[in-house]
């Protein structure tokens, strides 16, 4: 499943093709029609978290109002609504969570819209592309079949949308949720492979009275971190997935912040470098000490549960004396 880093390699796959008219296409998207890509010029990409964004612009020359292929520009407002929308994506339980991160100082002051300065104005010419728990984006190639299905068939992933460009090579993208915005609306300072990443904001969204485990996957506190870094940080930093961060102390805080970062951009470089993604603790039987690796799924009442490993001797519980401990001997 995609997090940051290799959201980040995607955007250096399609890095190459900015500038490029697009001049075949393909893919089953219902939603998005992948015909109407023809012609359009990819004029920019842009990575925020676990987000890409391809600015896709129609040819001047060919541009009429009977045949311009992309949705009207959006009415004044628009902008605001959809901001909304996104915070809404994890369900009203997490709204207390939304509103402690909004409070940290990732307000609405802080996000940045790109683009909107451009002579498009509020036109939806930016293609967000959010890849879930299985997307990808392959260059030049298309992916196959790794195995066969139930019935016995081989039969090849077959890609949302494919779009060959002036140079020949081509770009398909698997799995992915796709849909036009106005702007990518992004808040950099809680993007973990950001420059901008604001350490005091996300020691002060882990400090919450709520388990950290819940916390690290939440998008708007902590932008491109999804569950293997999740994992990974907590048993670096010995620190039981279900503490409260309010229980925690400055200093532990820290230390997960600081584990956080090491081991998305450890993993962004090794992308880069060719080299596997070492983990320690996620989908292990024991722990690198040798100790049994417990696994559960944790998520906040009403949310996504996801699964967690946490080896029970090097991440002690806070407070020992919590229910749970009765249960694990
Ligand atoms: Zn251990």
Not at 220 to 238: M, P, T
């Amino acid at each position: 499943m995609p997090e940051g880093p290799s959201v980040r390699k995607f955007h250096h796959l399609t890095s190459p093709f900015v500038g490029q008219q697009v001049v075949k296409t393909g893919g089953s998207s219902k939603k998005l029609n992948p015909a109407s890509f023809q012609s359009l010029w990819f004029q920019d990409t842009q990575v925020h978290g676990k987000k890409l964004f391809l600015r896709f612009d129609p040819d001047e020359e060919t541009k009429s109002p009977s045949n311009n292929p992309l949705p009207e520009p959006l009415q004044k407002g628009e902008r605001k609504k959809e901001a909304g929308d996104l915070k809404q994506t994890s369900g009203p339980e997490s709204q207390n969570i939304s509103d402690q991160c909004s409070q940290s100082g990732s307000g609405d002051n802080s996000s940045e819209c790109l683009g909107g300065d451009s002579p498009a104005g509020g036109a939806q010419r930016w293609l967000q592309v959010s890849f879930g728990l299985f997307g990808s984006v392959w260059v030049n190639e298309f992916s196959r079949a790794k195995k066969a299905n139930k019935r016995g068939d081989w039969r090849d992933p077959i890609p949302r949308l494919v779009l060959h460009f002036s140079s020949g090579g081509f770009l398909a993208f698997y799995n992915c949720q796709m849909s036009w915005s106005s702007s990518p609306v992004v808040q950099p300072t809680s993007d973990i492979l950001s420059e901008k990443f604001h350490r005091g904001q996300a020691l002060e969204a882990l400090g919450q009275e709520q388990p950290v485990c819940y916390t690290l996957l939440d998008q708007r506190c902590f932008s491109g971190l999804g569950n293997i870094i999740k994992n990974e940080a907590l048993y670096r930093a010995g620190i039981h997935p279900l503490s409260l961060g309010s229980l925690l102390s400055p200093r532990q805080l820290e230390v997960l912040v600081d584990q956080v970062v090491e081991f998305s951009t450890d993993w962004l470089q090794g992308k880069f470098q060719g080299r596997q993604n070492h983990t320690q603790i996620y989908q292990k039987e024991q722990c690198p000490t040798g100790h049994q690796v417990r696994r559960e799924a944790f998520g906040p009442p009403g949310g996504f549960q996801r699964l967690t490993w946490w080896c029970p001797q090097c991440q002690p519980r806070l407070p020992p004396d919590e229910p749970e401990q009765a249960q694990l001997s």
